[in-house]
């Protein structure tokens, strides 16, 4: 098992930057490859950004690229996500997730095992 807790959402003015953090226990995390989510009300869920449990593979949304920026630091358990020039659309729940694998991150919702809570970020315009 392994427990996933988002943390560093908030309010923010549109061109600003957050940065979240997903913190891990349980299992041996440098194992798992991680995606970060995102659902606003009435919308799906969707893929912004994942990284391979080496941090040597990436994918970005291209509703994201180019403004985040995903890593991880495996001593700490932990993955980032860096929003800059941020945007009223990016007004969501955002949702870190984990799936034990050698491969690159997934890219579908369904293909990760382990799910955090959530953290809020609204941007105001």
């Known amino acids: 098992q392994v427990q996933l807790v988002e943390s560093g959402g908030g309010l923010v003015q549109a061109g600003g930057s957050l940065r979240l953090s997903c913190a891990a226990s349980g299992r041996t995390f440098s194992r798992y490859a991680t995606g970060w989510f995102r659902q606003a009300p009435g919308k799906e869920r969707e893929l912004l950004a994942g990284?391979?449990?080496?941090?040597?593979?990436?994918y970005y949304a291209d509703s994201v690229k180019g403004r985040f920026t995903i890593s991880r630091d495996n001593a700490l358990n932990t993955v980032y996500l860096q929003m800059n020039s941020l945007m009223p659309e990016d007004t969501a729940v955002y949702y870190c997730a984990a799936r034990g694998t050698n491969l690159g991150p997934p890219r579908q919702a369904y293909e990760y095992d382990y799910w955090g809570q959530g953290t809020q970020v609204t941007v105001s315009s």
């Open positions: 990284i391979s449990w080496s941090g040597g593979s990436k």
